[in-house]
């Protein structure tokens, strides 16, 4: 296979990552992509961090030895539990990571209050805190850990009112005091955007990190020279370490209606 052909690795907990996908395969649609899902010790964001580390590692090292020319970690948790590991690890390549949005929300409004939704270990991380640091003058931030709620997701569980009932209850007070804007720090929740944004109501702005992530991957790729060329349309194969057909179906089910078809 010629050296600009191989396919791109992108990885998350478990399903989450497809909103990346979403993005990058919108963004260099003749790209092809291995999309690793690590659904069988999904959640990562209420695991320790030596448990994250590890599960980082081994599914970095499946993917490069599918030779990869780069590698996406579509994982807010694992980025910033082990990004500096991988790039330690895989000087041949790329490693791209992602962060919770905060930049351009706190942009969006002068002296906002800007929520950030994340999991605990994401919150509780360097990476994180020191992100916080750069903007903390400029707006309120607050940090809100949702545990939990990726679990739904995982359960392919995207709507319905027990979701409903469970974000009522975990945006609480921010309900009666609104917040500007709110970040979306998992890849697992621009899935449920519109549940989230129904509960919130639409006065609220809502970013993501997916698209700034997708651009910073190809970015990375011209730098290299390692663009694909082709005429062809790239390729999306869905891998998961549950190998089971259920969380396969559940993968495509979200990749076509949520990420690549129409809404639903
Ligand atoms: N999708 C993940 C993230 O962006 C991790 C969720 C989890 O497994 O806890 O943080």
Redesign the pocket.
Known sequence: MEKNERPIGVF???V??ISVLKELTALMPRENFIFFG?SKY??????TLEEVRARTCEVAAHLKKQNVKELVV???????AAIHILREQYQDMPVIG?EPALKPAVYAAEHSRVLVM??P??LREEKFLHLMGQYQELAEIIPLPCPGL?EFV?RGEIDGPDLKQFLTNLFGTYLEHPVNSVVL?????PLIKEMIQSVLGNGVQIFDGGEGTAKETKRRLAREGLLNLSEKKGSVCFQNSLESEEILALSQYLWKYKANGPQI
Do not use: F, L, R, W
């Not at 579509?74 to 910033?80: D, G, K, R, V």
């Not at 720090?185 to 929740?189: A, D, I």
């Open positions: 998350d907990s478990g989450g990552g690590d999904a959640p990562y964001g209420t695991k579509a994982c807010n948790t694992a980025t910033s992602i994340a999991t270990m994401t990726v995982e720090g998992c890849t697992h929740y």
